[in-house]
Nanobody
Framework: QVQLVESGGGLVQPGGSLRLSCVASGRVVGGVNAMGWYRQAPGTERELVATATTGGIAHYADSLKGRFTISRDNAKDTVDLLMNSLKPEDTAVYYC?????????WGQGTQATVSS
């Protein structure tokens, strides 16, 4: 069974940075195609933050380009998200996502709060 475990959330002041990490365990039948991050703020739908394919292609939400950076370690099945210049509107639960074997897997989420 595939499990995703996130870490690195917390409270940060506006303009600060956070690094989120996710590690996957378990065997994905058919291999891993991509890993990434989504987020969900209270009262909103879950939205894409960034994904990275096993081949090294990264895709970002347009509104986050330039502030967020995704990185993967294919050998370790990990994916990190470096978030810079954080704003209060970045406050959300951030979910790790893995796509592989014709299905997706979700982590339980980690809370990131941007507030002074």
């Amino acid at each position: 069974q595939v499990q995703l475990v996130e870490s690195g959330g917390g409270l940060v002041q506006p303009g600060g940075s956070l690094r989120l990490s996710c590690v996957a365990s378990g065997r994905v039948v058919g291999g891993v195609n991509a890993m990434g991050w989504y987020r969900q703020a209270p009262g909103t739908e879950r939205e894409l933050v960034a994904t990275a394919t096993t081949g090294g292609i990264a895709h970002y939400a347009d509104s986050l380009k330039g502030r967020f950076t995704i990185s993967r370690d294919n050998a370790k099945d990990t994916v990190d998200l470096l978030m810079n210049s954080l704003k209060p509107e970045d406050t959300a639960v951030y979910y790790c996502y893995l796509e592989g074997g014709r299905r997706g897997y979700w982590g339980q989420g980690t809370q990131a709060t941007v507030s002074s």
